[in-house]
């Protein structure tokens, strides 16, 4: 039973949007340099963010620290790129083949490594509730910066610059996107992906009907950290250089923003506030340049980052169930 | 009849509080069995302890002859044990007909990487799946409900939906605490209907938590009853209802 009801299955979408991504990657030259950053960022926000929904919105947990998976990944990728990297593609034989080859496996390496770490912190963690599972992923994604910051061999505090192993930006992480989205909504929409709903609405009832509430939510929480950790592979690989500083707690609220902007347990609303909180902070930089305002409103306009964290307070207060949520309904977690 | 359920010498005991004191009590296969008390009787603290909710301080539990005493909640459902809750819960979310979907997750087959190949073993066991809740919803009549949201249904709906979502996990022994709460006359004898209807279709054995005596009464084959956590009196509705150590229990002494 297809969720749509359409006569094309989940598959076959899936295979359209790479197809599409494929198309507009080979024009991926031609695109000024400043768009094509905000594009590749909406791009691994919605990786991000579509994650982490499985593990807040749909499961309705609380983690804080999902910048710290985004960091684990990165990290791997860098490490096997500055690493094995040249001597990898020598033996291999040199030319782009291998190049792509040591691009999937160290992006592959970074999701799993991420997969891992998850499944460590998940595992002792997730038998907390609300608050206390909130402060504890917090504190787990800042010993992971902090671990990283340390590690003089990945750079520490210096960061880490790599070369890229794969000159193409668009079509990978729109790829993985699309897979990401694909991943969360064909397991939440099976009988087993209902589970995770139980658990966000009634732990209780929910084990009374024969549900494993801890395997469920440390499922949620593991394939969230194998996707951020291959949104931190694919950001190490456009921009080159890492820097624990990049994957702090402020990281990590972005990311749960963009969530709960979204409506926890909606994933189109998600990936929809992904693309709005990439476009915004980088819009109102436009808006300051816009002449015909006055000079007052260009410099309001200029100090995005107040205007940004004032926007987001309005949107809390004026709509907290989300922006594309259609029923209201307020978490209870929350 | 062969014995389901046994409840051995259980004390449940709260720092210096016992809420139930060296329970010794046995359910057997196909029974109807109502268990009365005033309140604070500890009838809710021995529902969560045979659903492992809470852990007997001494004593043992055994379903089937296996103890269980010590098993997560949804190991103990496995086993065949369901039921529904005082304050109805069901899961706020989700339609009716995913209500009762969510309870089958406990015997599918699939598991993450089915649902997200999807092939043709995944899809039959959807469509199964999807069989057995409309029958189900059927039986109840609420079928033409199952796309509404769960908790928009009213009350008397809402606490039928919890049962069939407690028979979606195909168990051998139903708990059903207070069921009849908030009730008007003609919705309690409509659920004395359904009780006796699904216990006989279903072949099973239920355990029933309940303060209205008229129900109770009516079609319960044997009734225990529980003052502060003491079992003190046991037997059929008529040995009950005039048995002088219940009376005093829920009026109390003529002298007061």
């Not at chain 1, 009907?209 to 949620?220: E, L, S």
């Not at chain 2, 005493?69 to 009716?96: C, D, E, H, K, W």
């Not at chain 2, 005596?213 to 529980?226: D, E, T, W």
């Amino acid at each position: 039973m297809t969720k749509t009801g359409s006569r094309i299955g989940p598959k076959t979408w899936l295979l359209i949007a790479a197809l599409i991504s494929f198309g507009i990657s080979l024009f991926e030259k031609r695109i000024d340099p400043y768009f094509h950053d905000i594009i590749i960022s909406i791009g691994i926000n919605i990786i991000l963010g579509v994650g982490l929904n499985l593990v807040n919105g749909y499961t309705g947990q609380f983690s804080l620290g999902h910048a710290g998976f985004m960091a684990v990944g990165a990290y791997v990728f860098a490490a096997i790129t500055a690493f094995i990297g040249p001597g990898a593609i020598a033996a291999l034989g040199g030319g782009t083949l291998a190049g792509l080859s040591l691009y999937v496996v160290a992006l592959l390496a970074g999701g799993l490594g991420a997969g891992l770490v998850g499944l460590m912190v998940g595992v002792p963690s997730l038998r907390l509730k609300g608050d206390y599972l909130a402060i504890v992923t917090l504190g787990f994604g800042e010993i992971i910066r902090v671990v990283i910051q340390n590690a003089d061999a990945i750079g520490g505090p210096r960061g880490f610059s790599v070369t890229h192993l794969l000159g193409a930006y668009f079509f990978p992480t729109f790829l993985c996107a699309a897979l990401c989205v694909y991943v969360v909504v064909l397991l939440v929409h099976s009988t087993y992906g209902r589970g995770f709903l139980t658990v966000a609405d009634d732990e209780v009832a929910a084990e009374a009907m024969g549900i494993n509430t801890t395997k469920y939510k440390v499922i949620a929480f593991v394939i969230a950290a194998f996707f951020a950790g291959i949104a931190g592979g694919l950001y190490t690989n456009f921009k080159e250089y890492i820097h624990p500083e990049g994957f702090n707690f402020l990281r990590s609220v972005d990311i749960v923003v963009i969530v709960i902007l979204g409506g926890m347990g909606n994933t189109p609303g998600v990936i929809a506030a992904a693309v709005l909180l990439t476009i915004l902070p980088e819009g109102l930089r436009y808006v300051a340049g816009w002449d015909f305002l006055s000079p007052q409103m260009q410099q309001i306009a200029g100090n995005r980052m107040l205007l940004y964290s004032i926007l987001l307070i309005i949107l809390m207060l004026t709509r907290p169930q989300g922006l594309f949520t259609r029923r209201s309904r307020l978490r209870k977690s929350l | 009849m062969k014995k389901l359920l046994e409840i051995d010498q259980c004390t449940v005991q709260f720092g210096g509080l016992k809420a139930v004191s060296d329970l010794d009590f046995s359910i057997h296969e196909n029974e109807l069995i109502g268990l009365i008390g005033p309140n604070g009787a500890g009838k809710t603290t021995v529902f969560n302890l045979i659903t492992g909710v809470y852990r007997p301080t001494t004593g043992d539990i055994r379903f089937e002859g296996a103890s269980v005493v010590g098993r997560p909640p949804y190991r103990i459902t496995a086993r065949g044990i369901a039921r529904t809750f005082q304050n109805i819960r069901l899961f706020s979310s989700m339609t009716v007909f995913d209500n009762v979907r969510a309870a089958c997750n406990m015997h599918l087959h699939h598991g993450i990487s089915h649902a997200l190949w999807r092939g043709a073993a995944f899809e039959r066991e959807e469509k199964e799946v999807n069989r057995t809740v409309s029958e189900l919803l059927e039986i109840f009549h609420l079928q033409h409900l199952r796309e509404a949201p769960s908790t928009g249904l009213p009350y008397g709906d809402q606490r039928r939906l919890e049962i069939v979502r407690a028979l979606a996990t195909r168990p051998k022994l139903l708990l059903l605490d207070e069921p009849a709460a908030g009730m008007n006359p003609t919705e309690k004898d409509e659920l004395m209907r359904l009780i006796r209807f699904t216990q006989e279709k279903f072949g099973l054995a239920v355990l029933l938590v309940e303060h209205d005596m008229k129900v109770v009464m009516g079609i319960c084959q044997r009734i225990a009853v529980l003052d502060y956590g003491i079992k003190i009196a046991e037997g059929t509705p008529q040995e009950v209802r005039s048995n002088p150590k219940v009376i005093e229990a829920y009026l109390g002494d003529t002298d007061a």
